[in-house]
């Protein structure tokens, strides 16, 4: 696990409207002598393997508890976003400045079934041999590697950066703040990055992406 071998996820300050720059892990050597398409589960942690293995039971049941809460128009109008078999072939998610809203589906006790946040700043970083994903704005911000997996997604592991918070913590460290997700391409320059069974307030997170304007 990356908390174990000190494996540690930075991301530098950014300014609003200033292009900054990251700091991006190398591949952990748990990672380095397996096929490209598996290095992400000799990283994740096994609650994040399950994670990954649940993904459509999550996203089913996130499904079935805004609807009985009412909130079946919402989520017919966000369409392919919370469609969980709308993923196209080539996931790739190429570098650069983007464009990121989250929609939270479905409800731990206490919180709404449905939540759909406005636009917010994220950035994917190339990196040197591991690309990177960081949410730049707004008080909950993943920031977390990418890894390949098969044709129609890629895998997303990280944490939870929270508030006024400059670094994020260890990978592995804390399981209230791991993360893991599948990237999906869902339509020409549009993207999602779904976060089943995250570990607060809702059964599903859902981030869409599209290109920053110019």
């Known amino acids: ?40 589960r ?15 039971a999550s996203w089913q049941a996130a499904l079935a508890d805004a609807r009985a809460k009412g ?26 400045d983007y464009r990121c809203r989250t929609i939270k589906v479905g ?8 939540i759909a946040y406005s636009w917010f700043r994220c950035r994917v970083d190339a990196g040197q041999g591991a690309a990177s994903l960081t949410k730049l704005t707004g008080s909950q911000r993943p920031v977390g590697r990418i890894f390949p997996d098969n044709a129609k997604r ?13 670094l994020p913590m260890d990978y592995g460290s804390d399981r209230m703040r791991d993360m893991a997700g599948l990237i999906e391409r869902i339509g020409d320059e549009r ?4 976060l089943p069974a995250p570990a607060y307030e809702s059964l599903l997170d859902v981030i869409e992406l599209v290109p920053a304007e110019p």
């Open 1 to 40: 696990m990356w908390g174990r071998i000190s494996f540690l996820l930075t991301a530098s300050a950014v300014a609003f409207g200033v292009a900054g720059c990251q700091a991006v892990p190398t591949i952990p050597p748990s990672a380095a002598d397996v096929p490209e398409a598996r290095a992400w």
């Open 42 to 56: 000799s990283v994740a942690t096994e609650q994040d393997r399950a994670r990954i293995r649940g993904w459509y």
């Open 71 to 96: 909130y079946g128009a919402d989520i017919a109008r966000e369409g392919v976003v919370l469609q969980p078999t709308a993923a196209l072939p080539d996931s790739h998610l190429p570098a650069g």
């Open 107 to 114: 409800a731990r006790t206490g919180t709404l079934g449905y």
């Open 154 to 166: 890629q895998i997303f592991l990280g944490t939870l950066e929270l508030g006024d918070e400059k």
């Open 191 to 194: 993207w999602r990055l779904v």
